[in-house]
């Protein structure tokens, strides 16, 4: 571990700050800045691969690209900079402009969060004429909510001008107040804020704001100043809001010092207060005033400041508590501002300024300025030729860092008052100073836990001459780190933390700040500087130094790839023996072991080294610790050797006793054609990683999963680790019969591992391995053996087991395989355990009874409950694995074991089988089909759609005998509709799910069932898109187009088309199912011979093996508990969704919802278990009209798509020639005349020219005077084409028109043939139209003598040749 830089910041915007404060740049050389405008931000890549010829630039040399980029950078050592110590506000200024960078979060493309600092703000500071910027600092204000943990609330920015004022701003640029304490020009300003005292005997330091002038400091009581703040923000914010007048804030309490007896000021530091030990006072007092001088009884408190200058070159100041009076300011708040004078104005009342003149006046009258008190120095360096330049505090108070104009760098003793250090070489250095805490546990050890942490002290130089960054170790150390940096970068240190934190508030927070930062304007970055507390304590003779350089000597050569194992052997265990402390022999033996490329020899033999070296040494300088961590990695890595060498193909397996296998033959035989389906199924090609190839276990795999506790082998658990791999190389050789069986077992044995966790490795094996299981021949019978053998160790199972009670080795077993997902290997498994469970409980009953009695117990009932659980887990897994044909959606095919479906609830099987018909594609008939003939042995002669696999018929049969009750025709219709609709829900454009949904609901013969789903259905899926729907048509006033649609319902025009007929479907089968027996009988909304109360609820039951099961009520059962829904609220609802659906499909204009009053209106959209108040009496005509017109507009909207539709050649389908039927119901309960749209309709069709059909809706007819007032019309209109409107008329034609009567030529004549939307029909048609309208008007109608003559007409016209 060594210092290093880490980047944890990046500013942006660095052009456009440069802009702001340098305008002139910008219009002095344009041309120049497009050149660099994209290298403003990017890494200094200049010197990128000088490594390579590190001759090739003379030393003192720069190139072209180097001198434009410190041109490009520096402008930034002309500004003022100031990061705040939490690093989440940066300031950059120059004369009177300044601009503040906030910091945010962000994501870069791979993922990693980075801090920027981005521009928040930018503008002028300056109020007076010709001020500027001369200094700057950033104050986080701690927050005094209960709830922080050490959090700035918010960051104040102090600024000090030339004109003397020092003003204070928040982060968004306002301001909030301004002082005036002295007439010079502000050199610097410095805050000293809480510090945890380390010590009991620590002085406790207050806080204050420091601020220099020329020949006078003030200081600000931090108190004081932060109560200021935030009562001064909270102004600015009421006035911002209501421009209420508001309590003044309370004035600040300041000591102001005049400096004496120093030529020039620079800089300074304010230490704090000190109190002197009686020695020291009675030495100042015979010093200052001679051998009579007169000793006081106590010594008193002092205020100590350190300036720097000339004359002398470093003056100490003293000044004596209580000897100053703090003075009471009179806080000047801001009025306006050319920035902030909007905001300003609405505070303007703050201190009864009521005039622009009076604002005037005030702002061009200074305030008073106090006197200062005298301070004279008390002593320092003098040195007439040196100039201090600045100086920069330890955050301990105890040292100071110096800087002066010949290049050196001074370290001061504060208490003394002496230099005790200098460094040469380091012209305009900028100073910072890093403290770091001694991490807890290495130093407890060795003392005692009461003891205080350590701290050490770090000076960090930044010579930019030199481009180089050093850390240096104080007093006395060696430099630590040195880093090679940019020439134009800042060294940014603030020296203070939150301001407004004490001993009781500070108590359990931790707080977040940075103590300092190197700032590179090349590319923006922020670096932080992390130095190792060891550092402080290394020099030549330290032993922890000397471990530390040798573990990265041996990380670097484990790190190496190419690296020979004699050398590797060799180096690692003369580093090991080299290493003093155990704790760095632990993590450099920990770092060798987990190594991937060192061989077990190599392991073996340096840690025997290591083991060997520790055991002569004497007892008690040994860590025993120590010794026994190598004395278990010892033994692993002599087991994994032993292990290895038996599972190598050199080792021939032994002759090994296979025992009785008989008995199990039955059983195999039983489940060999399931297991045989499952197994090709599961054959099929997958993709394969070369991480998951079969390979030897690497060694520091097998020592991270098994450790030494208490003198035995143990497996490590964690939640995340596969014991497979460890599994596979401990048994997979004898599972796959290439390793003997029982030197293997006696090898683990002899290891200490416990027969239980032996027998999870080899179960975990089994059952991860399937396909490898089931393809190798040989393996139930060595699984057979390899169980026989573990149950016969000692500690397997307990020797008190009598049979009757459930030993907890066969438990292992049985829970391993019904938590397994693969069936077939569990089922082996636990085969081959039942039988020899079996054998061993025979063998303890021969023993006890000694006669040939056949053994019943607890343990073989539970062994044959688990065996036909996992024969049905099987099935239904193998149904489950089908392949899912090309195309179709639903996600992957589930696993599913026992213990998933036992937590399942009673539906999860059919929860199982319904997403497999879902995937597969299975159509509801087809469906049905294979559920009727399941009890028949018959094949289903109608193909499956999406390829008829006749496997999936023969697996379905097989999983509807395994579960009869759980896969009920109901029960899986039921969960066939749910996961139809749900699949619908999350991609609505195919409408076939929801019409198969609806379609799997009717199929449900069980009312409640069905209700429940019905009901569950709509408030869940349909009434949110079928209201969009409504209220979308409502708006629009006409079927909405595709981009409408799918911005409000969330589909597209046809699959709403689809939608709406699914809802009115849906309301149907409600309705259907609910009580209708006091409502009229319609046979497209209602069943009155039907309903919820006519049948029992059933019950939802399962079978006897899985009555345990527990888990989410299933999809039935929620459904029964659905309350029953009110018939005339579905009714209405069923209504709407008839108009919807009949605008959608015909593209008509309509709005739905103004067809009904407001109590029909507030009714729709609600649960439809409640009891609304819908229409009753008679309607307003007009709504009757404009229904009335809808009806009629969806009539022709029929026999138009029916004429396409035989004009085409497209045969029409059953469910598009309800639309009448519909429409007629509709009328009835819109309280629309019916014989009114009959009428219409076969005025329609006869329009259309489809005669036959008008003549059957002809029949129901009421009032045949109308039509046939009606008819004569249109066939006048065909009769007039024929004669006048043809486009080949014969002379014949002419003759007859001569001959007809005039009455009816002009008739004739006022016809307009363009209404018929078929004009061109037969002769025979019309003669048949015009005699049923002869039939129809009575003898005295007014019309019934021009039907006469018509039918004259037209006889005439047939018999013409």
Request: net charge negative; hydrophobic share 40%; with cysteine.
């Amino acid at each position: 571990m060594s210092c290093c830089l880490l980047d944890f910041g990046r500013v942006q915007d660095l052009r456009q700050v440069r802009d702001f404060l340098f305008p002139k740049q910008d219009s002095a050389n344009p041309e120049g800045d497009k050149t660099k405008a994209e290298n403003e931000l990017t890494w200094d890549d200049s010197d990128w691969g000088s490594w390579e010829n590190p001759e090739s630039k003379e030393d003192g040399m720069q190139t072209e690209e180097e001198a434009q980029q410190q041109k490009d950078t520096s402008w930034l050592q002309d500004c003022v900079l100031s990061l705040s110590p939490c690093s989440d506000l940066l300031v950059i200024a120059r004369e009177h402009k300044a601009t503040f960078l906030s910091a945010k979060w962000r994501t870069d493309e791979s993922g990693h969060e980075e801090m920027t600092l981005t521009v928040s703000w930018s503008g002028t500071l300056s109020v007076e004429e010709g001020e500027c910027i001369s200094s700057i600092i950033c104050i986080p204000l701690a927050s005094q909510k209960r709830s922080s943990t050490g959090r700035p609330d918010w960051t104040c920015i102090v600024v000090g001008l030339s004109s003397g004022y020092v003003r204070f701003y928040t982060e968004s640029g306002v301001l909030l107040l301004a002082q005036l304490l002295h007439e010079d020009p502000v050199l610097r300003l410095k805050c000293r804020t809480y510090e945890i005292p380390r010590h009991p005997g620590v002085t406790e330091q207050h806080e204050e704001l420091s601020i220099l002038y020329r020949a006078a400091l003030v200081t600000v009581d931090g108190f004081s100043l932060f109560q200021s703040l935030r009562a001064c923000r909270n102004q600015v914010a009421r006035a911002a809001a209501a421009g209420s007048d508001v309590i003044q804030p309370p004035p600040l309490a300041y000591k102001k010092f005049g400096l004496q007896d120093m030529d020039t000021i620079t800089d300074h530091s304010s230490i704090g207060i000190s109190t002197l030990s009686v020695f020291d006072q009675m030495k100042n007092a015979s010093i200052l005033g001679g051998f009579h001088a007169s000793v006081k009884g106590s010594p008193p408190a002092m205020s100590q400041y350190i300036t720097v200058g000339g004359g002398p070159y470093t003056g100490f100041f003293y000044a004596v508590e209580g000897s100053s009076q703090p003075l009471l300011s009179h806080v000047a708040l801001a009025v306006a501002s050319k920035l902030t004078s909007a905001l300003f104005s609405a505070a303007s009342g703050w201190l009864g300024w009521k005039s622009k003149n009076d604002e005037e006046s005030v702002q061009k009258q200074k305030p008073k300025v106090e006197p200062a008190t005298p301070l004279p120095v008390r002593f320092g360096l003098p040195d007439s030729r040196r100039h201090g330049e600045s100086i920069c505090l330890s955050p301990c108070n105890t040292m100071a860092a110096v800087t002066d104009d010949f290049g050196r760098v001074m370290l001061l003793d504060v208490a003394r008052g002496i230099a005790i250090r200098m460094w040469k070489g380091y012209r305009d250095a900028q100073l910072g100073w890093v403290q770091v805490s001694e991490a807890r546990g290495e130093r407890e050890i060795a003392t005692s836990p009461s003891m205080p942490r350590r701290h050490a002290m770090f000076l960090v130089i930044y010579a930019p001459r030199r481009g180089i960054l050093e850390v240096w170790g104080t007093q006395h150390g060696p430099r630590v780190g040195a880093f090679t940096v940019g020439k134009q970068c800042r060294l940014l240190y603030a020296g203070h933390r939150l301001m407004g934190v004490n001993s009781i508030t500070s108590q359990g927070w931790q707080i977040h700040t940075q103590q300092m930062c190197l700032f590179d304007p090349c590319n923006g970055v922020l670096r932080a500087i992390t130095i190792p507390f060891h550092l402080a304590l290394s020099d030549k003779k330290s032993e922890r130094a000397k471990d530390m350089h040798l573990l990265k000597r041996l990380t670097s050569l484990l790190r190496s790839r190419e690296v020979e194992p004699a050398l590797l052997e060799s180096e690692a265990q003369s580093v090991l023996l080299d290493i003093k402390h155990p704790a760095n022999q632990k993590q450099a033996l920990e770092s060798l072991l987990s190594n991937k490329n060192a061989p077990v020899s190599c392991l073996t033999n340096v840690t025997r080294a290591l083991l060997a070296s520790l055991k002569e040494q004497d007892p008690e300088a040994t860590d025993e610790s120590l010794v026994q961590f190598c004395s278990s990695q010892l033994k692993l890595l002599q087991l994994y050797t032993d292990v290895q060498l038996l599972h190598t193909p050199d080792t021939s397996p032994s002759e090994t006793e296979h025992l009785s296998f008989s008995g199990i033959e039955e059983d195999l035989a039983r489940i060999s054609p399931v297991l045989k389906q499952y197994t090709e199924i599961n054959s099929r090609p997958c993709v394969s990683f070369a991480q998951d190839s079969a390979g030897p276990l690497p060694v520091r795999t097998f020592l991270s999963q098994l450790e030494w506790f208490d003198g035995e082998l143990r497996v490590i658990k964690k939640p995340d680790t596969d014991w497979t791999q460890l599994g596979s190389f401990l048994f997979w050789g004898c599972l796959s019969g290439q390793s003997p069986l029982q030197r293997v077992c006696e090898t683990l044995q002899e290891s200490g591992i416990s027969p239980q966790q032996l027998l999870s490795l080899l179960l975990t094996v089994w059952l991860n391995k399937e396909k490898e299981v089931l393809k190798c021949l040989d393996a139930v019978s060595n699984l057979h053996t390899l169980l026989f053998t573990l149950s016969s160790m000692k500690g397997a199972v307990d020797e008190s087991w009598d049979g009757q009670s459930v030993s907890p080795w066969w438990l292992q077993v049985r829970t391993a395989c019904l938590q397994s997902e693969s069936a077939g290997a569990a089922l082996l498994a636990a085969l081959v355990a039942n039988h020899v469970a079996k054998s061993a409980i025979t063998r303890l009953a021969q023993s006890k009874f000694q006669e040939e009695w056949e053994c019943v117990s607890l343990e073989l009932e539970q062994w044959v409950v688990c065996i036909k659980q996992l024969e049905d887990v099987l099935a239904l897994q193998t149904l489950l694995c089908l392949p899912t044909p090309q195309g179709s959606t639903g996600g992957t095919a589930s696993r599913c074991s026992v213990k998933t479906l036992s937590e399942s609830g009673r539906g999860g099987v059919a929860d199982c089988v319904s997403k497999l018909i879902f995937r597969q594609g299975v159509c509801p008939e087809s469906l049905k089909d294979i559920l009727q003939q399941r009890e028949e042995n018959q094949s289903t002669e109608q193909a499956l759609q999406r390829g008829g696999d006749e496997r999936l018929e023969e697996l379905l049969k097989c999983v509807f005998q395994r579960f009869p009750n759980s896969l009920s025709p109901d029960m899986l219709f039921a969960h066939c509709s749910w996961e139809h609709v749900v699949q619908w829900n999350k991609d609505p454009e195919v409408g076939q799910y929801l019409e198969w949904s609806v379609e799997f609901l009717k199929m449900i013969s069980n009312p409640h069932i069905q209700l429940g789903i019905s009901a569950m259905m709509w408030h869940t899926f349909f009434v949110k898109r079928f209201s969009a729907a409504a209220f979308l048509m409502e708006k629009v006033g006409k079927a909405p187009k595709d981009r409408l649609c799918r911005r409000d319902v969330g589909m597209g025009d046809g699959a709403a088309r689809s939608f709406l007929g699914s809802c009115v479907q849906l309301l149907q089968a409600l309705m259907e199912v609910s009580s209708s027996s006091f409502l009229p009988s319609f046979p497209f909304f209602t069943r009155a011979d039907s309903g919820v109360e006519e049948v029992s609820a059933p019950d939802v039951c399962v079978e006897e093996l899985w009555s345990a099961a527990e888990g989410p009520v299933s999809i039935v059962e929620l459904a029964m508990d659905q309350r029953s829904v009110h018939y005339p609220l579905v009714q209405h609802h069923c209504v709407l969704a008839s108009l919807l659906h009949g605008a959608m499909t015909f593209s008509l204009r309509l709005k739905p919802l103004s067809l009904f009053d407001s109590k029909g209106k507030n009714a729709f959209f609600r649960d439809l278990t409640s009891i609304q108040l819908l229409p009753s009496g008679d309607t307003d005509p007009n709504l009757v009209a404009l229904r009335q017109e809808f009806l009629m507009s969806v009539l022709t909207g029929w026999v138009k798509a029916l004429a396409e539709a035989e004009e085409n050649g497209v045969g029409h389908s059953s469910t598009e020639d309800v639309w009448p039927s519909v429409c007629m119901e509709l009328s009835s309960l819109l309280q629309v005349n019916t014989d009114i749209l009959r009428r219409h309709l076969v005025c329609e069709l006869y329009n259309q020219g489809l005669d036959l059909r008008a003549e059957e809706v002809m029949m129901e007819v009421q009032d045949k005077d109308v039509l046939g007032s009606q008819l004569l019309v249109l066939t006048g209109q065909r009769l007039s084409f024929s004669l006048l409107h043809s486009q080949t008329q014969t002379k014949p034609n002419m003759e007859l028109l001569a001959r007809l009567p005039p009455t009816l030529c002009t008739w004739l004549k006022a016809m307009d043939p363009s209404e018929l939307r078929c004009p061109s029909v037969p002769l025979s048609q019309s003669g048949q139209l015009i005699n049923k309208v002869i039939e129809m008007l009575p003898e005295n109608h007014a019309q019934y003598s021009l039907a006469l003559h018509l039918l004259e007409a037209v006889d005439s016209l047939q018999d013409e040749p």
